[in-house]
């Protein structure tokens, strides 16, 4: 007979509330610890000490709960809803998820979204970590060990050449020069970094040009006041971007967020459709799939005729659908997005998107082909993307080899999955990129059957030499 399990205290903090609530979802699907543990791939005891209140999760642990529940994204939304700051009454009155309308339905409230607070040296980073039984997981650590040298020294995958990467030392820009052609010169310098080393030693640089911004902007009116309310909102897309492409997806959420507030300051339209499209983009990267396409559709609706930002939109949509299982919506969303990228008005296109071409919109169909399970067609996607990639996208490249790799595992190929894994962690090694890790993580899972394959030996070893161990 089976131990009871212990009593909660759901009203004892929002930890306690939300704890609760993930234990509840898990026993309405009839599920024991241990069977929703062969499913997530998470420590047993981490997810018993995060349902009875005693550890706050990752947003990882969540995001796993949620999808392996059918949750419809109902404890991701408590999670942040958490992390803002919102207080035990309100949580008590009612369920998050329906606290207030749709991003899609109510523009005229965009302005005003910034839901979660700046992190704290205290919060956690999500690393990979290889368990004593053989498996890989995400773990949180303190974000002030592990910026503090854990993360580094136990996981090549959080470095990058600084003296490479780096861009320089951030100061007010002299008088005799334009000081938003500045600090454009310094984004397109980030960006390029980004490309070839990977975003975690980029993070504090790019932050530390929006307090330059901050300040700048102070007496600042008309034109030039826009101007760099502009660009700080182009870095804070930016500063979005490096950490989803590290794995931190709240951090993500919360500066994608500001980036939206401040495109609506300046006055920038094209600007606000294409954070809308960012946070769809992110919202599949999160495995939301209601989110992705709602906010994608939003974006699409509020996109000037002409432009390449509905094109766009429709293309990131198209990942929610897959998501969702929808192979027909998908797909014809995916032709939608090529219409209305070839029926772009040369003059109009505009500055934002300018990397959607057919080439991009065919590796984001070969990530929803390989959700929706055709891993065939998948891979000869890929295969294609990644032949067609402009040299420079160092980090994208490792991205769409371990997405190839994971297609071929799920067609049975596993020595091929292997090969082009080992590629991909070589690339991860180098870059820092979660992206890549985390679809690795996933690839050596699956090919656990083929474990005594040499290839996939190999893979497997490299791999266990790359990440965390449990102590």
């Given at each position: 007979?089976?131990?009871?399990?212990?009593?909660?205290?759901?009203?004892?903090?929002?930890?306690?509330?939300?704890?609760?609530?993930?234990?509840?979802?898990?026993?309405?699907r009839g599920l024991s610890l241990g069977k929703l543990k062969a499913r997530i791939r998470y420590d047993i005891s981490y997810m018993a000490r995060v349902e009875r209140g005693d550890q706050a999760p990752s947003e990882a642990l969540v995001q796993a709960y949620d999808q392996a529940l059918d949750a419809g994204g109902a404890l991701v939304g408590l999670f942040q809803e958490i992390h803002s700051g919102v207080a035990m009454g309100d949580l008590s009155r009612g369920h998050v998820a329906k606290a207030g309308p749709h991003v899609a339905k109510a523009p005229v409230a965009l302005a005003g979204v910034t839901g979660v607070e700046a992190m704290s040296d205290e919060e956690g980073v999500t690393v990979p970590c290889r368990t004593s039984d053989g498996r890989i997981i995400f773990v949180s650590v303190p974000r002030r060990i592990f910026l503090g040298g854990l993360g580094a020294a136990a996981a090549s995958i959080a470095s990058a050449p600084l003296a490479e990467a780096g861009a320089p030392t951030p100061r007010i820009p002299v008088v005799d020069r334009n000081p938003v052609e500045h600090l454009q010169a310094i984004r397109r310098v980030l960006i390029d970094s980004d490309n070839l080393f990977g975003p975690r030693q980029l993070i504090p640089k790019v932050q530390e040009q929006i307090h330059v911004i901050t300040a700048l902007r102070e007496g600042k009116r008309g034109t030039d006041r826009r101007q760099l309310l502009q660009v700080q909102t182009q870095f804070a897309e930016l500063c979005g971007w490096f950490h989803q492409d590290a794995g931190d997806h709240r951090a993500a959420q919360y500066w994608t967020d500001r980036a939206l507030q401040w495109s609506h300051m300046a006055g920038d339209p094209d600007l606000t459709v294409y954070i809308l499209a960012r946070k769809s983009q992110l919202a599949g990267d999160m495995r939301d799939a209601i989110e992705a396409v709602d906010v994608a559709e939003a974006a699409e609706d509020a996109a000037r005729p002409g432009t390449r930002l509905a094109a766009v939109s429709a293309t990131y949509a198209a990942h929610g659908h897959a998501l969702r299982g929808d192979s027909r919506e998908c797909m014809r969303s995916y032709d939608h997005a090529r219409e209305l990228l070839h029926a772009m008005d040369g003059n109009q296109a505009g500055s934002w998107g300018v990397w959607l071409d057919d080439a991009y919109i065919d590796v984001q169909r070969a990530r929803s082909l390989s959700v929706l399970g055709d891993h065939q067609a998948a891979a000869e996607g890929f295969r294609t993307a990644i032949a067609a990639l402009p040299?420079?996208?160092?980090?994208?490249?490792?991205?769409?080899?371990?997405?190839?790799?994971?297609?071929?595992?799920?067609?049975?190929?596993?020595?091929?999955?292997?090969?082009?894994?080992?590629?991909?962690?070589?690339?991860?090694?180098?870059?820092?990129s979660a992206r890549i890790l985390s679809e690795l993580a996933r690839l050596d899972s699956d090919l656990n059957r083929w474990r005594t394959v040499p290839s996939v030996q190999e893979f497997r070893d490299a791999l266990n030499a790359s990440v965390l161990h449990e102590a």
């Open positions: 007979m089976g131990q009871r399990p212990n009593e909660l205290t759901p009203h004892a903090s929002p930890l306690h509330h939300l704890g609760s609530n993930m234990r509840s979802w898990r026993d309405q040299a420079g996208y160092h980090r994208d490249h490792g991205v769409y080899l371990a997405r190839e790799a994971l297609a071929h595992a799920g067609s049975r190929d596993a020595e091929q999955a292997a090969i082009i894994g080992l590629q991909a962690l070589n690339i991860g090694n180098e870059t820092g």
